[in-house]
């Protein structure tokens, strides 16, 4: 009854659609060009190292402490006052790897979301190290929030970067952030969701979009940034499943898309194993992810 009221309020607050349309050219052309693929590599090189950054250990928590402080140190280094971090804890205590929120903006109108998931499966044996699965997710967010922070924009809407916690155990982490928004009466007028921008089967540069457990009109304006912006092919395919914390979103009425580095069917083999390595992965194509955050940011929260 509960999650049936709230997502009847929720749908209220999102029946003002909004506007989703390109108008901000000059200034995402101008900023996609201070996107630096060596600070994702390195990122990714910190992140990929612990043994294993499932939400059950204690080196997810680590792992989670790691991104708070990269977030944190980003926004020093910019300059920006304007922010907030904190954490938002699972409801289960087995899942101690809290999620990581940070807001950016003291705006009441409607927030846009990007996120990724942190976690990994768990490491019985060897490591897990998560390179696209989500570490090239978590760094290619940290790569957006770097260059938006260091652009001296002043943005109409509040923007919320945000590291999932225990997406790998059924989207438990999103879940707590989505009923935590919901119970703040935060409204948001769009969230994407990069789960995995590293692996490109073939080497083809081309672009993927989800179309199930995701907005229509937001995923229509998607592919509009990226025939835009990112200039790569783009192509959609289905999970056929609520594979990713979109879904969490989703579930309670909030517009969500997301962008895909394969198809479905070809996605990355080596994930949830040891094999899980930065080698296989595409600097480019997690280049062209960071394009479309950036551009997905600036169109939602600048007027």
């Known amino acids: 009854h509960f999650l049936a009221q709230q997502t009847k309020s929720i749908q209220t607050i999102m029946s003002r659609q909004h506007d989703y349309a390109i108008h901000q050219r000059a200034l995402v052309n101008a900023l996609l060009p201070q996107i630096n693929p060596a600070h994702m590599w390195a990122d990714l090189g910190e992140l990929s ?63 846009i979301v990007l996120g990724a998931h942190m976690d990994t499966l768990p490491a019985l044996y060897g490591k897990m190290p998560g390179a696209d699965d989500d570490g090239s997710g978590s760094v290619t967010l940290l790569e957006v929030a770097r260059v938006l922070m260091n652009s001296g924009v002043e943005f109409d809407s509040p923007i919320y970067f945000i590291w999932y916690s225990a997406e790998e155990m059924g989207l438990i982490g999103s879940q707590a952030v989505v009923a935590d928004f919901a119970a703040k009466k935060i409204p948001v007028a769009g969230v994407i969701q990069f789960d995995m921008t590293g692996y490109t089967p073939h080497n083809k540069q081309e672009m993927w979009i989800l179309n199930d457990y995701v907005n229509p009109a937001l995923t229509t304006f998607m592919h509009d940034l990226i025939t835009e912006y990112v200039k790569r092919p783009v192509f959609y395919t289905a999970c056929g499943y609520d594979c990713s914390d979109h879904a969490s979103w989703h579930a309670l009425g909030y517009p969500a898309v997301a962008p895909a580095e394969s198809a479905f069917e070809e996605d990355n083999k080596d994930i949830h194993t040891a094999q899980d390595t930065m080698d296989k992965l595409s600097l480019e194509h997690m280049t062209d992810y960071a394009k479309l955050g950036v551009a997905f940011a600036v169109e939602l929260a600048k007027e």
């Open 49 to 111: 190292s612990f043994q294993t950054r499932s939400a059950v250990s204690d080196n997810g928590v680590k792992a989670a402490q790691w991104l708070r402080e990269r977030i944190t140190a980003i926004a020093v280094d910019a300059g920006r006052r304007d922010i907030s971090v904190y954490e938002v804890k699972n409801s289960q205590w087995l899942y101690k790897q809290p999620s990581i929120v940070m807001k950016w903006g003291h705006s009441d109108k409607p927030g």
